[in-house]
């Protein structure tokens, strides 16, 4: 059965600060792998998609990565801001069309 | 962009009512997923939907049911509501995994309590 973890379970930085926020899972016979945000009582936004073949996905100040074969997944931000405060998930996609989400960081960037 | 439209953010039920929680999203995504979110637990798959008329349990299907008529709604049913239903529960929806990315849209939430 697919585990994920995430570490930490929570970060506060200051602004201007890269940070990194880390999945790991157990199971390297995965499909892809998504990264997404959460704010508070709202629903989940997606970030980054990497599919299985790929190595890294980059959007804007985000680069997500990808390493099959230590079942790793990190999502760099650059420049952080308080606007990026808010709970970031990862989940990976099995070959039967089910996630397996990670319990998040949470995330925390004070002006 | 997608977009994945949950009919209600917010429900207040009793004990033992009927409730359907309503999903819709519009990019003619073949898949389509019910999900709840506790604290502490994370997010467990309830059901989700392959296509129309099709489903298949997720890891904690006990209580719940659904219905996907078209391809673009996908309900969920608690045919009986008890109070540790009370949850936020998010619908999701995706292109299968034979095609380009499989990624996955979710819709707003749906916070339910019963009382």
């Known amino acids: 059965k697919q585990e994920v973890t995430q570490i930490p379970a929570a970060l506060s930085v200051p602004e201007g600060e890269n940070l990194v926020l880390n999945c790991s899972f157990t199971?390297?016979?995965?499909?892809?792998l998504q990264w997404f945000r959460q704010d508070p009582g709202k629903g989940l936004t997606s970030l980054l998609l990497?599919?299985?073949?790929?190595r890294e996905q980059t959007s804007g100040r985000l680069n997500a990565s990808l390493d099959k074969s230590s079942g790793r997944s990190t999502l760099y931000i650059a420049a952080s801001q308080p606007g990026d405060s808010a709970t970031y998930l990862c989940a990976v996609r099995g070959s039967n069309y089910k996630l397996t989400f990670g319990k998040g960081t949470l995330l925390t960037v004070n002006p | 962009d997608v977009k994945v439209t949950q009919s209600s953010r917010y429900l207040v039920k009793r004990t033992g009512e009927k409730v359907f929680l309503e999903c819709v999203q519009d990019m003619d995504h073949e898949n389509m997923f019910w999900y709840r979110q506790d604290p502490g637990l994370g997010l467990r798959l309830i059901y989700f939907s392959y296509d129309v008329k099709m489903k298949e349990k997720g890891d904690i299907p006990e209580g719940y049911s659904v219905s996907r008529e078209k391809k673009e709604r996908f309900s969920l049913i608690l045919e009986s509501a008890s109070t540790n239903q009370t949850s936020m529960y998010l619908c999701a929806s995706s292109t299968p995994d034979r095609a380009d990315t499989g990624e996955l849209f979710f819709g707003e939430g749906s916070r339910l309590t019963v009382l």
């Open positions: 199971d390297s016979a995965i499909y892809n």
């Open positions: 990497i599919q299985s073949s790929q």
